[in-house]
């Protein structure tokens, strides 16, 4: 009496079988692969809010603090020929729309023309003192390269807009989503309108929640 044959056909030897084995095993460690790397990479922030910075004295501060406002992100310095339009600009919409639904965040970076030599604490005294300053201005972060800063790294890829010199501003909504961007060169008094309609928004919708 011969054997039953079995449920499934044996696989053969021979040099197809063995170019088969070669490709399902590369297939199961490229799967491997990527499922490793996944799990590795942090999770992708959903909200500029979400994340940590420093602040001039090099401590740590949660950008949580502000959300429910709208915020004004902007990387600064201190010996640009653009210095004093902006840092004047910045100033008048803090005082116009702050502090309880509007703030300016400023991070200064010497990555465009060494325009900012200026340790953290030294820019914060000189815009306070040159500009009577009242917005926070954070600790000096780099903006290119991999070290980039990740909470304006989280700016310039929901943006598709990296700065290229000093004073790029990205206008952020009370959740934390990027809404628009500009341009160094473009005059302070442009972002205005597009603020004040932010936070008209905003009040809206929290007298309508009430």
């Not at 803090?94 to 991070?107: D, I, K, N, T, Y």
Request: with cysteine; glycine share 6%.
């Amino acid at each position: 009496m011969e054997p039953p044959e079995p449920l499934a056909p044996r696989l053969r030897s021979g040099p197809r079988a063995k170019v088969l084995a070669v490709l399902l095993a590369l297939a199961l460690g490229a799967g491997t692969l990527l499922l490793l790397q996944l799990s590795a990479r942090p999770p992708r922030a959903r909200s500029f809010y979400a994340f940590e910075v420093r602040d001039a004295a090099g401590r740590p501060v949660s950008l949580e603090k502000f959300r429910g406002k709208v915020t004004l992100v902007a990387n600064v310095a201190s010996d640009c020929r653009l210095t004093d339009s902006n840092y004047a600009g910045l100033q008048a919409l803090q005082r116009e729309f702050g502090p309880f639904h509007f703030s300016v965040l400023a991070f200064p970076c010497n990555q465009f023309g060494e325009a900012e030599p200026r340790p953290s604490r030294e820019v914060v005294s000189f815009a306070r003192s040159t500009y009577g300053v009242t917005f926070p201005i954070f600790h000096k972060i780099k903006i290119l390269g991999p070290e980039a800063e990740p909470a304006f790294r989280f700016l310039v890829d929901s943006s598709n807009k990296e700065p290229r010199w000093n004073f790029w501003k990205y206008l952020v909504s009370p959740e934390g989503h990027v809404v628009r961007s500009w341009r160094p060169e473009e005059p302070v008094d442009a972002i205005r309108p597009e603020v004040a309609d932010l936070i008209r928004q905003m009040i809206v919708r929290k007298r309508e929640d009430l």
